[in-house]
Structures are given as structure tokens and as C-alpha cells.
């Protein structure tokens, strides 16, 4: 990616139900860079809308992410679970290449009350089949599990990061909010956002900080963490140091907004970020 790209997930809110056609205008006329598709009850999306978005995407410069099924359990103790939710994670991503989509993320497991290290090695090893799948079907999209926002879902920082590690084609999907409300508040000045950055710079390298997927929303929190998502300006995530942090270490990706203002808190935060 050769900038830090801003954009909503899901079509803009103030398109109502106009189709994509018109949150492609809407994103244009406010100056945001595309959008991430939400497949979260189920990769789906009609072939005439697919051909709207693959064609709109490309010829206005548009970028395209795509967020997987809630139904996703990679550490499911059902055999059948976790073969469906591998599917669901490949078919996110055959959707994602097909309309030309930079990246994919999904929430990949609940950790079901067993220890840490045993759901890492599971998940591993699901992951790995994807990550063959995909490569025999010659399909290249980034593969991201994302940073879970409760202490019951598999995937805090170090996680995410670690199992990154092992595959060429999976790097984070970092969510700030989740962080934030999965330490119940933590993760929330500068020098915890650069130490985020250090973190993925020093273990991943130069390519996850040149290729970059965030999520970032207000958001309310307690001790079992993620509550709801808020409005930046009614939450205490402290976007404009995360946004310093972005430009410190120069990030370069896809921002995606997930406030219930999606689109007007996705342009707070670029025009913030292009402030700097
Ligand atoms: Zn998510």
C-alpha cells in the first residue's frame, strides 16, 4: 500500500439502502478511500452487486477489505464446526480476490475455557490448512485474524502476532478498540500505541507496517471487556495519539471505521491523521 487509507465497514450509513453504486459516491464526495465488506452473517453478495463493486472499486481508485462470519471457531470442539468454519475463512477470501479485496479478517476462536498455549496450537494448525488451500488456488489476499475485543475470544496482541509469524500470508488485523477494552482500558496512550507498532515492526518486519489492516471505533468496556462500539468523540479512545503513533511510524494500509458514525468519525479521523 503506498498510503494509510481510511475507510467504512459496510457501506456508508447515510446510504440507507441505495446500493452500492451510491455508497460509492458517498465515499467519493467525502473523500474516503473504500470500504470494507461485511460478511459477517454470511459470505454472500449478489452477482450484479459483485460486478457494481468490483467494477466502482477499481475505476475510482477504491480500496476493498472484507470482514469473515461471526461463525467462526477454529478451536470448536466439533469436528464439523471447525471444517465450517475453515470453509468460511476460505470462502471470505475467494470472495475478497474475486472483487479485487486487499485484505480479509475474521475473529478465529473462542478459546472454550482451555489454556492458552493448547488453542494457539489449534488454531495453528486450522490456519495452516487455509493457508494451503489457498496457495493452491493461487489466491494471495491477506489473511488476518483479528485482535479480539473479550478475554473469552482467542487473540490478544502477542497471539495474532506469533502465529503471523508462521505463515507468509497472514499478518494481524489490529483492532484498537479491542485492545483497549479486552485489557479493560489499557492500550491507550502514545506510548502504547508505539509500542504496538515496535512490537510488529521488530517481529514481522517492514511489511506489516507497509501493509497495515486496523479497525478503530469508540468503544464501551468492562472487565469481560468489549461492551459496545461508541462514537469517538463520546468514547475515551484516544484517537488522536493513535493517529500520531500511525505517523510516527509510518504506517502505510487501511484504516477502517467501525464507529456507529462510520463515515463521519472515518473522515475525523483522516482529516486528524493528514493534520499531522
Ligand atoms: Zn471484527
Not at 459477517?40 to 466502482?56: C, D, F, T, W, Y
Not at 462470519?69 to 470448536?76: D, K
Not at 497471539?159 to 509469524?165: D, F, H, Q
Request: aromatic fraction near 10%.
Amino acid at each position: 500500500m503506498d498510503d494509510l487509507k481510511f475507510v467504512t465497514a459496510g457501506q456508508p450509513i447515510c446510504n440507507g439502502n441505495a446500493g452500492y453504486e451510491n455508497s460509492f459516491k458517498i465515499l467519493e464526495s467525502l473523500k474516503l478511500d473504500g470500504m470494507e465488506l461485511e460478511f459477517v452473517h454470511g459470505v454472500r453478495m449478489s452477482p450484479a452487486n459483485q460486478k457494481i463493486v468490483k467494477e466502482l472499486s477499481l475505476k475510482k481508485d477504491m480500496v476493498l477489505t472484507a470482514h469473515g462470519p461471526y461463525y467462526i471457531n477454529l478451536n470448536s470442539k466439533e469436528e464439523d464446526k471447525i471444517e465450517a468454519s475453515i470453509k468460511r475463512v476460505l470462502d471470505t477470501a475467494r470472495m475478497g480476490k474475486e472483487l479485487g479485496a486487499y485484505s480479509i479478517t475474521f475473529h478465529a476462536a473462542f478459546y472454550m475455557g482451555m489454556p492458552a498455549d493448547a488453542v494457539y496450537k489449534k488454531v495453528e494448525s486450522t490456519m495452516s490448512e487455509v493457508c494451503k488451500v489457498l496457495e493452491e488456488e493461487n489466491n494471495d489476499i491477506w489473511v488476518r485474524p483479528e485482535t479480539t475485543g473479550k478475554g473469552t475470544q482467542w487473540g490478544n496482541l502477542e497471539e495474532i502476532v506469533k502465529l503471523s509469524k508462521n505463515f507468509k500470508q497472514v499478518l494481524p488485523c489490529v483492532d484498537f478498540s479491542h485492545l483497549h477494552a479486552r485489557t479493560n482500558g489499557g492500550y491507550n496512550t502514545y506510548d502504547e500505541f508505539c509500542k504496538i507498532f515496535e512490537h510488529i515492526g521488530k517481529e514481522l518486519g517492514d511489511k506489516a507496517l507497509n501493509n497495515f489492516h486496523a479497525h478503530i471505533a469508540g468503544i464501551e468496556y468492562g472487565e469481560k471487556g468489549e461492551k459496545k462500539h461508541l462514537m469517538l468523540k463520546e468514547s475515551d479512545m484516544n484517537y488522536k495519539d493513535l493517529m500520531r503513533a500511525f505517523k510516527k511510524f509510518d504506517v502505510k494500509g487501511v484504516v477502517v471505521c467501525e464507529s456507529p458514525i462510520m463515515e463521519d468519525d472515518a473522515v475525523l479521523l483522516k482529516e486528524y491523521y493528514l493534520s499531522l
